[in-house]
């Protein structure tokens, strides 16, 4: 059914970790974010704020540009893209958690926003050694 998709998979184990700590991060939009007893599900999800709306549609055309084809070089997909998503999405959950009590969307956030950023580090350090 999704044959016919262009993907371009990661070819380090570093670039699967950003790739990875991208999607977590733009999926933890749809969780509650807020530990507010007694408000319903749409005041505490996470597309309840504009900027964390930004925040997810960042991450996850971040993750999209990382998995698809294309002429941008797999320092800049694997390691620039995922690490400054993730240090936004660091500084996007600290605002947060300041502001209100954090509920279990938020912190899968922060933990997709930090495994991007290492897998960011670690695909720009060299470290990262080819999976094929």
Do not use: C, H, K, N
């Amino acid at each position: 059914m999704f044959s016919d998709l262009p993907f371009s998979a990661p070819t380090t184990l570093a670039g699967w970790v950003a790739t990875v700590g991208l999607f977590i991060a733009g999926f933890a939009i749809l969780l509650p974010w807020r530990a507010t007893p007694g408000l319903p599900y749409l005041m505490v999800w996470g597309a309840a704020q504009a900027a964390v709306v930004v925040a997810a549609i960042l991450a996850f055309v971040f993750g999209l540009l990382a998995i698809s084809p294309s002429r941008l070089a797999p320092r800049v997909r694997w390691g620039y893209l995922p690490f400054f998503g993730g240090a936004f999405g660091l500084g996007v959950a600290w605002i947060w958690q300041s502001a209100y009590a954090a509920d279990v969307g938020l912190w899968a956030y922060v933990l997709g926003s930090v495994i991007a950023g290492v897998g960011g580090a670690l695909s720009l350090s060299g470290w990262a050694e080819p999976t094929t």
